[in-house]
T-cell receptor
Framework: EAGVVQSPRYKIIEKKQPVAFWCNPI?????LYWYLQNLGQGPELLIR????????DSQLPKDRFSAERLKGVDSTLKIQPAELGDSAVYLC??????????????FGEGSRLTVL | AQSVTQLDSHVSVSEGTPVLLRCNYS??????LFWYVQHPNKGLQLLLK??????LVKGINGFEAEFKKSETSFHLTKPSAHMSDAAEYFC?????????FGAGTRLTVKP
């Protein structure tokens, strides 16, 4: 069974440029998460989807970040325009149960963004 | 509100010696607790989880953790470290719909 797939693995851009990350969760997993991981820190939730609905986006900086999961399967996270402080690893995770049922999260390998 | 504190940012052990990674949590509800491991340039992988059943939880690769409500702790242990255990370890607390990750403990294993 394929795991959570993310692309690109690495991205280097100049500040003010746009960037997009893509995530394909494990087949059948209805819950999808995007996390931000800064160097030396634990992951922090950006947004959580149950199917196509964003049920928790309270930590997503909506002035420059956007996300979508149109058909309730794969998802895209976009930053426009990128700032120097956005340099981090963006992690996608999926789960077969809603977060409230305390299921295991399956993580992708992450997309490492460097903003110059 | 809930939070998790990993008491050591870096732990170094010799191969074959015991491992102890410490985690304390704060939660308003009966929490679920997890330990995840992250090897370099890899995704996080679940080691073990506590969800209100047995307080001593066994996980993969010989790791185990004990839930101590009176101490609000969920420390991760392994009797004998292996070189392949070198990685970043994250303690996670979850209640209802919110999961919070600790800052991580980097484990170094010396030959």
């Amino acid at each position: 069974e394929a795991g959570v797939v993310q692309s690109p693995r690495y991205k280097i851009i100049e500040k003010k440029q746009p960037v997009a990350f893509w995530c394909n969760p494990i087949s059948g997993h209805n819950t999808l998460y995007w996390y931000l991981q800064n160097l030396g820190q634990g992951p922090e939730l950006l947004i959580r989807y149950e199917n196509e609905e964003a049920v928790d986006d309270s930590q997503l900086p909506k002035d420059r970040f956007s996300a979508e999961r149109l058909k309730g399967v794969d998802s895209t996270l976009k930053i426009q325009p990128a700032e120097l402080g956005d340099s981090a690893v963006y992690l996608c995770a999926s789960s077969s149960v809603p977060a409230g049922l305390r299921g295991e999260l399956f993580f992708g390998e992450g997309s490492r963004l460097t903003v110059l | 509100a809930q939070s998790v504190t990993q008491l050591d940012s870096h732990v170094s052990v010799s191969e074959g010696t015991p491992v102890l990674l410490r985690c304390n949590y704060s939660s308003s509800y009966s929490p679920s607790l997890f330990w995840y491991v992250q090897h370099p340039n890899k995704g996080l992988q679940l080691l073990l989880k506590y969800t209100s059943a047995a307080t001593l939880v066994k996980g993969i690769n010989g790791f185990e953790a004990e839930f101590k409500k009176s101490e609000t702790s969920f420390h991760l242990t392994k009797p004998s470290a292996h070189m392949s255990d070198a990685a970043e370890y994250f303690c996670v607390v979850s209640d209802r719909s919110d999961m919070r990750f600790g800052a991580g403990t980097r484990l170094t294993v010396k030959p």
